[in-house]
């Protein structure tokens, strides 16, 4: 493990974080029980991650970047069904993209173990 964890790497780590606890407060506004495990699971998937990365672990890295294709999938499918405006669409997919640029930098890539 590398001593000196990359700002971009801390910055993706909180990121995460802040998204698993986002959707952890949502379980509890859900009144279906197989939504809340849905919400719950994406919620652990999102800390877990967030771990990984602070830990500088190559499957922190690789799950991050999945949840990222997800958000931007998500964004698109918005974007292409005229449910968000591309304005709307920009600002929403600001951070995904961020995350799979900072994550498969190069000299990002070699500080995983």
Known sequence: MVEERPPAVV?????QALI???WLYQVGMTAEP???VLIAGLAISHLYASVGLYYLCEWGRQRTVQLAMLDVLTVLQLLLSNHLSPFGALLWIGMPLYVLHALNDADVRRRFS
């Open 11 to 15: 910055l993706v780590a909180a990121w």
């Open 20 to 22: 698993g606890c986002i």
């Open 34 to 36: 197989f939504y809340k």
